[in-house]
């Protein structure tokens, strides 16, 4: 497995990263096939697998992420209701949807 598979500077997993190494390994492991190397072939396996788990990692972690801004967004929506306060309504609603939408792009299908 290759030390690149999650190549982000934070070390965080990474959609586009998770979705570039299962195509990579996919190669690799191919030209491992059509050349008989073993070593190719499992390094390309293992490629891929890593590559769709820093995939599955960073779409749970974008899900999660979704989440807690729902729920600060509600709480912020009704308690600027509550007070009154038009702006902490407003902005409790916009972080609410903008949760909301970044749960629907990492929901699993």
Request: no cysteine; aromatic share 4%.
């Amino acid at each position: 497995m290759s030390s690149s598979t999650n190549n982000t500077f934070s070390g965080e997993p990474n959609k586009t990263s998770g979705q570039l190494h299962p195509t990579k390994g996919t190669v690799v492991e191919t030209i491992g096939n059509v050349t008989g190397a073993t070593s190719w072939q499992q390094s390309g396996k293992q490629e891929h697998a890593a590559g769709e788990a820093e995939y599955k990692a960073a779409q749970t972690k974008g899900y999660a992420e979704g989440t807690a801004d729902r729920v600060t967004g509600k709480k912020d929506a009704v308690v600027g209701a509550v007070t009154g306060d038009k702006s902490q309504q407003t902005a409790g609603n916009v972080r609410h949807d903008k949760g909301q939408a970044q749960q629907d792009i990492n929901r699993s299908v």
